[in-house]
């Protein structure tokens, strides 16, 4: 089994973003570079990584999703052995308080930071789940040195600072064998009159609102639920649909049933996961090292492995 990390890249971008295009634009090279760039990938694992919908882009498999958590490991490995192939890092010492949002915590936030603590087992953690309004108290009170949060409603009055580090997108989830699944496209307005579930977890239930009512849908809510393993568990009974961003998807609920993630054709934005700490105060060393750890793990902004 052979793949480059170029592969992984290119796939990460396509997970990202759901669509060929607008991977291709995000890593810089043309669109044929990546689709055959995946296909060779999906060659070499053996395994059907993307569902390719046509115009309404591309959505992960089971085994995508799968490989996906593989990926973010993968380049977060090779970006650090190109930046330290040494092990000095792991004399730092010094203590963190970091926060994070509950709808972030299993997906992204405690796989990075058990990493970053076997990477430097002499800096003491502390890990700390708040909702944002919360957690940006706690950042500029000096509570907490740095979140992980959602940045979509991250105040903007130039008291904190963010840095994105990746994108989760939003898609429909509907139970197997649902009507929609046969459509070329799926917009919000073919979700009007569908019993919907509603996550009432940190900000969901206004964004959706917003994002939905933008697009002229009243969405029917009849179920608000603050469990995910719980709305998985609707949408797979066929007693609602939602919409939610791929961090929260899996294609299974608890029961074992089926759940299928399809894109919209609606201008949605993704989410952004990213650190936030408070302007104009200078990290520690452990917090640098911290925030570049988090950096290289998920290739946010500008850094990241640069292949020739």
């Keep these: 089994m052979n793949f480059s ?4 890249r290119y796939f990460i971008a396509a997970a990202e973003t759901g669509q060929f295009s607008a991977a291709a634009a995000k890593v810089h090279v043309t669109q044929a570079a990546i689709a055959s760039s995946i296909r060779q990938l999906e060659q070499a694992l053996g395994l059907e990584l993307f569902t390719r919908h046509h115009a309404s882009g591309v959505s992960l498999t089971v085994d995508g ?5 593989h990926a973010y490991h993968i380049v977060g490995a090779v970006n650090e052995a190109v930046r330290d192939p040494g092990l000095v890092r792991r004399e730092l010492h010094g203590r963190l308080r970091v926060v994070a949002s509950h709808s972030v915590l299993g997906s992204y936030v405690v796989p990075a ?31 907490a040195d740095v979140g992980l949060l959602w940045l979509d409603n991250v105040h903007g009055d130039g008291t904190l600072q963010t840095q994105a580090l990746t994108r989760s997108r939003r898609q429909v989830w509907l139970p197997a064998l649902h009507p929609l699944l046969h459509s070329r496209g799926i917009a919000l307005r ?3 009159g569908l019993p919907y579930g509603l996550l009432a977890m940190d900000e969901t239930p206004r964004s959706t609102l917003q994002f939905m009512r933008r697009a002229g849908v009243e969405p029917q809510v009849r179920y608000r639920v603050t469990s995910l393993e719980a709305l ?14 791929d961090v929260g998807y899996r294609p299974f609920s608890s029961e074992g049933l089926r ?19 408070p302007s104009g105060q ?8 911290f925030m570049l750890f988090m950096q290289l793990t998920f290739g946010g902004g500008s850094v990241g492995v640069r292949e020739g």
């Design 5 to 8: 990390i170029r592969q992984v």
């Design 65 to 69: 999703h799968r490989f996906l958590q």
């Design 113 to 143: 930071v058990a990493r970053f603590i076997k990477a430097y087992p002499a800096i003491d953690v502390a890990l700390i789940e708040m909702v944002r309004p919360r957690a940006e108290q706690a950042l500029l009170q000096k509570r």
């Design 190 to 192: 073919d979700l009007a």
């Design 232 to 245: 998985r568990s609707l949408v797979a009974h066929g007693l609602a649909v939602t919409v939610l961003a």
């Design 259 to 277: 759940i299928e993630a399809r894109p919209l054709v609606d201008a949605i934005p993704p989410i952004e996961i990213g650190l936030v700490r």
């Design 282 to 289: 200078e990290p520690g060393e452990a917090l640098r090292e």
